[in-house]
């Protein structure tokens, strides 16, 4: 429901209102796919130079953030604007990161399958970001790319069914 909110918010996306729903709908969007596998990986404990690059990585996109935030024209700036652009991309941050540390953890196509989406979903974001608020309408093209082939991903992990549970296991895995 919440995709094709977005998707028709995204045809008005010029109306204030509509841009606002299509920021909110993706947030809760991305939400959704975080708690979907949250429960898989809220035990994990990181070595120290996982957490430094983690955060490294965390602080470079955040600086980026902000970056492209000084890049939006005023026509497209209102009240809420900043609180959900920022809330967006600071979700999809998490998503990736969270992407990447379930792929880690369970390590079968599933995960591989959601790491991927949660990829094209940022790619797709990042794209369409260029195409409206820079106005390079070429751009409208990989961010279309890019979703489509995030939402066959994740249809892919949901449908596939789960793994036994014994693949999970660090002894077990294939290399």
């Given at each position: ?82 609180p959900v652009y920022l809330a967006l991309t600071l979700l999809t941050i998490l998503l990736v990161g969270v992407a990447f540390t379930y792929n880690n953890i369970v390590s079968n196509k ?66």
């Amino acid at each position: 429901m919440s995709y094709l909110l977005c998707d028709i918010s995204l045809v008005y996306y010029e109306i204030q209102v509509f841009n606002f729903i299509t920021f909110l709908a993706r947030s809760l969007i991305f939400s959704l796919l975080i708690f979907i596998v949250f429960p898989k990986i809220r035990s994990v404990k990181f070595k120290f130079f996982e957490l430094m690059l983690g955060i490294a990585v965390v602080a470079i996109n955040i600086y980026l953030l902000f970056k492209l935030l000084a890049m939006v024209p005023e026509a497209f700036i209102y009240d809420y604007f900043y609180p959900v652009y920022l809330a967006l991309t600071l979700l999809t941050i998490l998503l990736v990161g969270v992407a990447f540390t379930y792929n880690n953890i369970v390590s079968n196509k599933r995960s591989f399958y959601f790491l991927l989406a949660a990829l094209f979903l940022a790619f797709s974001d990042f794209n369409f970001f260029i195409a409206i608020y820079l106005d390079v309408p070429v751009f409208y093209y990989p961010d279309r790319f890019f979703h489509i082939l995030a939402l066959g991903l994740l249809l892919l992990f949901w449908i596939k069914p789960i793994e036994d549970s014994n693949n999970n296991n660090l002894e077990q895995r294939e290399v």
